[in-house]
């Protein structure tokens, strides 16, 4: 991946977030996105030799639009600030558990899991990491998941300020409804999601050799995803 002229273009979109730059700067933009949708690709292949699930997927698939949906937001910049894709087995908008890469300059990360799940599905999950806790404890308290991602609850994730690690996007205050208050593992119930993520350096992406330390990252995450999968493969 050329990420320094990636990371150029997608700073200066930032300093100029509007229709008439990009428009005079629109042959640099498709050049980037050409760029990272092959490597996205590239990365597809990877996994998909070791997770046959996603192994059908295509760019495409997995990209996120630049173009902001700006219909109910106080911020109308058009253009997002970075470059994202979702692989994920069902689609980018499913809620399935995916791998997610978020390209942007000083904000760079890989992420695995899923996010904004229904409470029903939330309460399915908790009840099966109940019933299931040895198996559930070692999926995320492992040497290389917490060494990555660190423990749950744990970690900053907004689009302004993001940790150098962390496991659970946003989480209750307290139990969650119905839920036992004193259970040894609450941590774990009050998650409202089930996603982690690992801050990489800008220079993670240059060349090739980042897909392979990527795939292995995210094979660290993988029985955590396919644990609450399980569960929400019962949904969709």
């Not at 639009?65 to 109910?72: A, E, G, H």
């Not at 937001?73 to 087995?89: E, L, Q, T, V």
């Not at 409804?177 to 998650?191: Q, T």
């Amino acid at each position: 991946m050329q990420i320094q002229r990636i990371l150029r273009f997608l700073s200066d979109v930032a300093a100029n977030n509007n229709r008439p730059w990009f428009q005079q700067h629109k042959a640099e933009y498709e050049a980037c996105k050409a760029d990272f949708e092959n490597s996205v690709g590239q990365l597809i292949t990877a996994l998909g030799a070791v997770d046959a699930s996603v192994a059908h997927l295509t760019p495409k698939d997995a990209c996120y639009r630049f173009y902001r949906d700006v219909r109910f937001s106080p911020d109308k910049s058009p253009y997002k600030r970075h470059f994202g894709a979702y692989i994920n087995a069902k689609g980018k908008k499913a809620l399935r558990g995916g791998y997610y890469v978020h390209v942007q300059p000083g904000m760079c990360q890989l992420a695995v899991g899923g996010y904004w799940l229904p409470t029903n599905i939330l309460t399915s999950c908790r009840n099966e990491i109940m019933a299931n806790i040895d198996e559930w404890r070692r999926c995320v308290e492992n040497e290389d998941f917490v060494r990555n991602f660190g423990h749950a609850c744990e970690g900053i994730w907004d689009d302004d300020n993001l940790s150098a690690k962390g496991f659970g996007i946003s989480y209750l205050k307290t139990a969650p409804k119905d839920f036992p208050r004193d259970y040894a593992y609450l941590d774990y119930l009050r998650l409202k999601d089930y996603a982690c993520w690992h801050r990489v350096s800008d220079s993670f992406f240059e060349g090739d050799g980042w897909i392979e330390k990527a795939v292995r990252l995210f094979l660290s995450a993988k029985p955590m995803m396919d644990f609450t999968n399980s569960v929400i493969d019962d949904y969709e």
